[in-house]
């Protein structure tokens, strides 16, 4: 499966070659519940999926990183 997934890019063109949007965002998956706000124990994931223009989505790519930097975002296929 893994090397399945390395095929897939996110973003191009769709259906009709109609744009592609990929939209991202940042997730705290786990970890204990804790008093107050902060990401005691949790793991930092980044999720970005695609977004056709009649509102369907496409494929979804996640990734574990260390900190929501920049080049984490950039690293994401």
């Known amino acids: 499966m893994t090397?399945?997934?390395t095929r897939y890019v996110?973003?191009?063109s769709g259906p009709?070659?109609?744009p592609v949007v990929v939209e991202a965002d940042d997730v705290y998956l786990g970890g204990?519940?804790?008093q107050g706000s902060g990401p005691g124990g949790k793991t930092r994931v980044i999720a970005a999926t695609e977004?056709?223009?009649n509102?369907?989505?496409g494929h979804v790519?996640?990734?574990t990183v260390v900190g929501f930097?920049?080049?984490a975002v950039r690293a994401l296929p």
């Open 3 to 5: 090397e399945r997934e």
């Open 10 to 12: 996110l973003g191009g």
């Open 16 to 18: 009709g070659g109609a």
């Open 32 to 34: 204990e519940r804790n």
């Open 51 to 53: 977004r056709y223009e």
């Open 55 to 57: 509102g369907r989505m």
């Open 61 to 63: 790519a996640m990734r």
């Open 69 to 71: 930097t920049s080049k």
